[in-house]
Structures are given as C-alpha cells and as structure tokens.
C-alpha cells in the first residue's frame, strides 16, 4: 500500500510540485519566524544587555526615550519636564540604594577633524562624562584608561575607521572640533558656534558596540563648549538653564525598581528607563511582527491544504475504478484510507522539505551581508542565523500534518467507496 501511495505521487509530477508549493511559502514564513525573529531578538537583547546593565537606571529629556518607557493608565494634566540639574542629580544620589549618578552632555552641531587632514568625520555624536576607559559601557578600549581631564578625548573606533588608521596609532595626536558644515536634521546653527574651533589630545580610543558615540570628553570640559556655543555667560548658567541631557544612576539591583519608581513619583522626565523596559519595547516590536508573520503564514498554511484537498479529490475521481479493484481484492476500508492519507502526507513532506531547502540557502547567502552590516553599525558577531535541528523537524512534522490534515476528508471518501459502482466507473 506503501509503495501505491509513492506511484500516485509520482504519476502527476507537476500537479504535486505545484500543490506543494503552497506548503513551500508556508513553510518559508514560519521558519523566518523560528530562525529570523528569534535570531534577530538573541543578537538585541545580547547588544541591550551590554549596553544597559541591570543595576542601572538612564533618565533623559530626550523625547525619543519616552518609547521605551511603559505606558501608564492613568489620564493626568501635563506636567512641566525637570530638567536635570546638578542639584536634582544629588538630590536622586540622596536616594535609599542609589550608588552613584553620573550625568553627561551631548554637543551636536561639531565635526571632528584629525590634525593634518583635509577630510572630516561628520555628524559628530559628541558626549560630556566622566567615565574610565574600564567602563562596563565599553566593549574594548586602547590607550590610557583614566577619565579625560582638560583638552585630553577618547575618541570611538568609527572615527579610526574612517581615518583608515589603526586605534595605537591615533593616540597622541591631536583633533579639532569644528563647526559642522552637515549638521543634523533640526539643529540650528547660531552666530557664537560659527568658525568654533576646539582643539583636544587624544588619549584613548574606544568601541562602543552598537551605540552611536563618536568622541568622549569630561563633562565639564563638555560644558564649557555648550556655554560657549550657546551664548552663555557660564557653565552653570548653561546647567541651570538647560540641564544635562543624561544621567546614569546605578543602585543594588535588588532596589532598581524601587529607585526608579521613587524618581518617577518625585520628578517628570521625558524618559526614565532601565534595561527592563528597553527589552520589553523590543519584545513588543519583535511580537508584532512575529504575529504579521503567523497570519501571513497560517493563510499560506489553509490555501495549501485546500489546494492538496483539491489535488486529493481529483486523484480519488482519477483513480476510482483502481479503488474498486482494490477493494474487490480485498483492501479494507482502513488500508484505501491510509493510501491517500500516505499520499497527502508525501505532498506535504515534499512542499516541507523544498522549503527549508529554500530556508537553508538563504541563511547561508544572507549571512554573509547581514553579517557585513551588522558589523558595520557596531555589532560584533560572526553569523546572524543559526541552524536548529530540533526546530528544523518540527517544521518537517507540521508541514506533514497539513498535508494529512488537507487528506482526511477525500480519504474518507475514497474509502467509503461502493466496489461494485467503482468498477463500473469510466
């Protein structure tokens, strides 16, 4: 009976590869959700995870991080945003469980160029803070590690890269921050940043991931510059009346949550995040689109099985009077059922198999230009999909079962078959 199920596969080749192609597609779509999505969410929260450790809270003004913050039930009169200033950072450093606050700036509207270059290095993502080069924030580091003081920078790996020059071979030498003849989307320039020249020494040379940080400064030095270019009489004037634009805050992880929920009561930042919310925004995407996937794939899924049901009645009315002779040599009504439902598996497993096939080669070929870029944009990794043989058969065993399941109905009706009318039929 076995061997009759392969001959009825074989008899109409095209009809079957043509039937199977709707399991294909299917098959497609579910494994981009196996492999894709979670591959996609392993190399995230990995990236997340270095980036945001689990005793530390960002609270910014930022609009943009408000995202990562999670909704709240509650309808309230807007509240005017706190800007965070050095007496509301000591004031969360006076907070049970919190060890340490660091504020940090950022300077827009600045290029960076190395001594001796007519070229440079712009948008600059330019950052005030007070931090060592044995931070947890970096994920490698050349040159002296102790926090830049005065005119001395940490200067990122992008900007070695773009220079084409080793990271030992930019320390020591000497960079300007000018102004930016490319500034970013809805940054103004003013008259006191036009012609700015900052000049600094570097002294280490970092990486950081897959964040975008292009130069490191001390924060006060930071200040400084954003006073000047801002047309204010001072730092703390600056401060004062902007505000830092970061502040990290680390506490016993244990604490965290009670931190971060006792500065949300006392204060009204525009985000205020830890890498808790960070990983549930992307859960929250990675879900989305996991879930347009499964309709995409279940659709798939329901128009193949009634294409191998379709396929099935066909072969049944082709095959009537061969059932008849079955049955009338003694075939049961159990084993005509098994043949069509061995015959409905096949296209299923066929349509299966083309599919990862299909699957296979595109992760190999994909990974190398996902690989490419992903590398390009800070994220240090070797391979992005990553085959699962425990995933692979189950693909296997649900594309088999739609075909048995598309085959139940047109079996049964082959196996209810009258002998007598079957042979008699033309």
């Known amino acids: 009976m076995i061997k009759y199920a392969f001959s009825l596969v074989a008899r109409r080749k095209l009809?079957?590869?043509?039937?199977?192609?709707?399991?294909?597609?299917?098959?497609?779509?579910?494994?981009?959700?196996?492999?894709?999505?979670?591959?996609?969410?392993?190399l995230l929260v990995?990236?997340?995870?270095?980036?945001?450790?689990?005793?530390?809270?960002?609270?910014?003004?930022?609009?943009?991080?408000?995202?990562?913050?999670?909704?709240?039930?509650?309808?309230?009169?807007a509240a005017e945003t706190t800007l965070i200033t050095q007496d509301v950072v000591d004031s969360i450093k006076n907070i049970d469980g919190v060890q340490t606050t660091i504020p940090a700036t950022i300077?827009?509207?600045?290029?960076?160029?190395?001594?001796?270059?007519?070229?440079?290095?712009?948008?600059?993502?330019?950052?005030?803070?007070?931090?060592?080069?044995?931070?947890?924030y970096f994920t490698e580091f050349w040159g002296d590690k102790t926090k830049p003081v005065?005119?001395?920078?940490?200067?990122?790996?992008?900007?070695?890269?773009?220079?084409?020059?080793?990271?030992?071979?930019?320390?020591?030498?000497?960079v300007s921050f000018i102004t930016s003849k490319s500034a970013l989307f809805g940054t103004v320039k003013t008259k006191e940043i036009l012609d700015r020249q900052f000049d600094y020494t570097i002294k280490g040379v970092f990486d950081p991931g897959s964040d975008r940080n292009d130069a490191i400064i001390s924060l006060d030095t930071s200040l400084n510059v954003l006073a000047t270019i801002g047309g204010f009489d001072s730092k703390d004037e600056y401060v004062?009346?902007?505000?830092?634009?970061?502040?990290?805050?680390?506490?016993?992880?244990?604490?965290?949550?009670?931190?971060?929920?006792?500065?949300?009561?006392?204060?009204?930042?525009?985000?205020i995040f830890t890498a808790d919310d960070v990983l549930g925004f992307l859960d929250d995407i990675i879900q989305?689109?996991?879930?347009?996937?499964?309709?995409?794939?279940?659709?798939?899924?329901?128009?193949?099985?009634?294409?191998?049901?379709?396929?099935?009645?066909?072969?049944i009315y082709e095959q009537t009077k061969e059932i008849g002779i079955l049955k009338a040599m003694g075939a049961s009504n159990g084993q005509i059922l098994g043949v069509f439902l061995i015959q409905s598996a096949l296209i299923g497993l066929l349509g299966g198999i083309v599919g990862l096939f299909v699957v296979i080669g595109s992760m190999q070929v994909g990974n190398i230009f996902i690989v490419q870029e992903l590398n390009k944009i800070g994220f240090d990794v070797d391979t992005f999909f990553n085959f699962n043989l425990v995933s692979t058969l189950?693909?296997?065993?649900?594309?088999?079962?739609?075909?048995v399941l598309a085959g139940i109905y047109p079996a049964l009706k082959a196996a209810t078959l009258n002998p007598v009318k079957a042979l008699r039929s033309e």
């Open 288 to 315: 989305a689109f996991t879930i347009a996937m499964i309709a995409f794939g279940t659709i798939s899924a329901v128009i193949a099985a009634i294409g191998i049901t379709n396929t099935m009645v066909m072969s």
């Open 46 to 77: 990995s990236a997340i995870q270095t980036q945001f450790k689990s005793n530390e809270i960002y609270i910014t003004n930022s609009g943009g991080a408000g995202a990562f913050a999670p909704p709240s039930s509650e309808t309230t009169e």
């Open 15 to 42: 009809r079957t590869i043509l039937t199977s192609l709707g399991i294909t597609i299917a098959v497609i779509l579910l494994s981009l959700i196996i492999f894709g999505m979670q591959d996609l969410r392993t």
């Open 107 to 136: 300077v827009n509207n600045l290029e960076i160029k190395l001594d001796g270059k007519d070229k440079a290095y712009s948008p600059a993502f330019i950052t005030g803070w007070d931090i060592e080069g044995d931070d947890s």
């Open 394 to 403: 189950g693909i296997v065993a649900i594309s088999i079962g739609i075909g």
């Open 150 to 174: 005065g005119d001395e920078i940490f200067i990122s790996k992008s900007v070695a890269e773009f220079y084409e020059l080793p990271e030992e071979e930019l320390i020591g030498k000497k």
């Open 240 to 271: 004062s009346s902007v505000g830092y634009d970061l502040l990290r805050v680390t506490g016993n992880e244990e604490n965290i949550t009670s931190i971060k929920e006792a500065i949300d009561d006392k204060y009204n930042f525009q985000g």
